[in-house]
């Protein structure tokens, strides 16, 4: 079973800048693609940015680009996502995601709030 925990949310002002982290209990190799997803309150979950293993290229939602920045350490088997230039619509809790052969793994998500 593939394990997932994010780390680094928090409180921050506009224009603040936070690094969240994903430790992966595999091999980050041993995953097709990675992945930052958000949920709002009252929103759907959407995809923030994606990474992909085997490819290696990036993708980023509209809303983020130029803002945000996925990467990865394959030595420590975590995921990032550096988040420059935060809004307030960026507050959402944070998930992430990855896709291991056919199992889909979620962590249990951290809280971004941005607001002065």
């Known amino acids: 079973q593939v394990q997932l925990v994010e780390s680094g949310g928090g409180l921050v002002q506009p224009g603040g800048s936070l690094r969240l982290s994903c430790a992966a209990s595999?091999?980050?190799?041993?995953?097709?693609?990675m992945a930052w997803y958000r949920q709002a309150p009252g929103k759907q979950r959407e995809l923030v940015a994606t990474?992909?293993?085997?490819?290696?290229?990036?993708s980023y939602a509209d809303s983020v680009k130029g803002r945000f920045t996925v990467s990865r350490d394959t030595a420590l088997n975590t995921l990032y996502l550096q988040m420059n230039s935060l809004k307030p619509e960026d507050t959402a809790v944070y998930y992430c995601?990855?896709?291991?052969?056919?199992?889909?793994?979620w962590g249990q998500g951290t809280q971004v709030t941005v607001s002065s």
């Open positions: 990474l992909g293993i085997s490819r290696r290229g990036t």
């Open positions: 995601n990855a896709n291991v052969g056919l199992l889909v793994a």
């Open positions: 595999v091999s980050i190799e041993s995953t097709t693609a």
